[in-house]
Structure formats: C-alpha cells, structure tokens
C-alpha cells in the first residue's frame, strides 16, 4: 500500500516482480489520482491521446491550466493532463518549468522524456493488471484510519510524504509543521503491519522519529537546480532490513523486505 501514491515506482515494482499480489494507491491530489484512474479504466482513450498529443509551448499553457483547476475537470482530460505534465516539466514536477524553457532553446527540448511508444507501453501493462490494483483518493491520515487496524494479512505500507523542507515547491499538496507531526503520530499507532517511510532528513523530521531504526543517506536531486541533500528511511520495529548498501535504492530494498 502507497498512501501517497505519487509514481507509484515501489509497488508497482513489486507487483510485476511477483513480491506482492495487490497493491492499493492513495493520493490527495485528485490530478494524482485522476491519472491513475485513467490508466486503469480508459486505457484506450488515454493511449489515443499521448499518441496525438501536441508536442507545443501553447498546449503545455493549456494543460497547465487543467491541472490548476482539478476539481472542474473532466477526469480523462485531468489524468492526461497530469500524464502530459510530468513527461514534459523539469523533474516531472507538475508545477515546475518547461524543460528547454518557453523559448526552447535549451539543450533538451520538451519532448525529450515525451516518448510515446514508451508512454503507451507501460499505460497497457499497468493496465493488464487492472484486478490487481486499488485507487482511491483520500487524505492519507484519513486512509490509514479508515482501515481501523484491519488491514489486510502481510500488508507493507510504504510512506513517501511530501519533503519537510521544500514542499511546497515541489508537490501541488504539501505539508506543513503541524501535518507532519500529525502524520509522526498516526504512523507510530499502526499495529500489526510493517511499514517504510522516506523522508528529507531534516532535524525535525529526524527527531519525530527519534525512536525508529533509520537510515540517512546523501542524494543529488536534479529538480530545477543540481543540488545535493540528505534523505532518511525509518522503518517499523518488526520490518526486516537489507544490507545497508541496498537501502538508498528503494526497488531493490522493497523487494527484499516484503
């Protein structure tokens, strides 16, 4: 289970390496949400438009425009314009610049991550296995408490909340102090499931957790400017860990640890 589902990256990843059976994405963002809706339900007509898509500075004004303004949209034209977005902005950040810029005179171009065979590719195979996958779209402290403990047997929940520091910059949906030591809290009651949580490792986020077992590492991030940062993973008291060495890659760590 990802309460916030943004990619999805782990558990789909473990779910077409045969680790886990199902897998459950939650995510506030109805964009977020909106995408993975259509990936699994109109998986055609999603196909039909990354195929026609117009590869433009004008068009990219206009799905920006869409995902500014979620709740009045059409929820196909939102899961593809979230889809658009993330292939053609810097990093993928749905709010972030242009890659090459509104003059397109970088070195990359906007359509340099716009690969549509690719792009159609894994919309199907993610779709082949549509039985297998759960969407909803709910704050995540209301998801987790929705289960009221009765999650199903060997669930792993894997927690990829938006950065202390910097989030706003970088989600639609981002956190502030109080949130996150409300997310500290409801984190720490869960009962009778392994978790995994990822963070920035910042002095705050470090201290709400003092009492885990975690994991800080170094990481270069390439959002607008290169930049290097610090990130932690902590974990839940009966989750078995890797080697450390496999830690700072997430894939091959979860894979270990279901």
């Known amino acids: 289970m990802e309460p916030y589902a943004g990619g999805a990256g ?18 506030s963002s109805r964009a977020i949400y909106a995408f993975w809706y259509s990936v699994l339900n109109h998986t055609e007509e999603l196909c039909r438009r990354v195929i026609s898509a117009s590869l433009t500075v004008e068009e990219w004004r206009r799905q920006q425009l869409i995902v500014k303004n979620p709740q009045r949209q059409n929820i196909l034209d939102l899961g593809f314009s979230t889809l658009y977005l993330n292939r053609v902005n810097r990093s993928g950040i749905l709010s972030g610049g242009l890659i090459g810029g509104i003059n397109q005179n970088g070195n990359y171009k906007m359509d340099a991550r716009f690969t549509r065979s690719d792009i159609v590719r894994k919309i199907q195979m993610i779709a082949s ?36 520091v910097n989030g706003s910059d970088l989600y ?26 990822s963070y920035d490792a910042a002095a705050e986020i470090l201290d709400l ?13 390439h959002a607008a400017n290169r930049y290097k940062g610090r990130e932690v993973f902590i974990f839940s008291d009966d989750t078995h860990l890797p080697k450390q060495s496999c830690l700072p890659y997430i894939n091959e760590s979860l894979v270990e640890m279901a």
């Open 10 to 27: 782990a558990a789909l990843e473990l779910l077409f390496q045969k680790q886990v059976s199902s897998i459950h994405l939650n995510d």
């Open 129 to 164: 296995r549509r039985k297998d996958i759960k969407v909803t779209n709910m704050d995540a402290v209301k998801c987790l408490k929705h289960f009221g403990g009765g999650f199903p047997e060997h669930t792993l929940i894997y927690f990829d909340p938006p950065y202390f």
């Open 209 to 221: 957790y003092d009492n885990r077992r975690q994991f800080v590492y170094n990481l270069q991030y």
């Open 172 to 197: 639609l949906n981002f956190y502030l102090p109080d949130n996150h030591r409300q997310l500290a809290t409801v984190i720490q009651s869960i009962r009778g499931v392994k978790w995994i949580l």
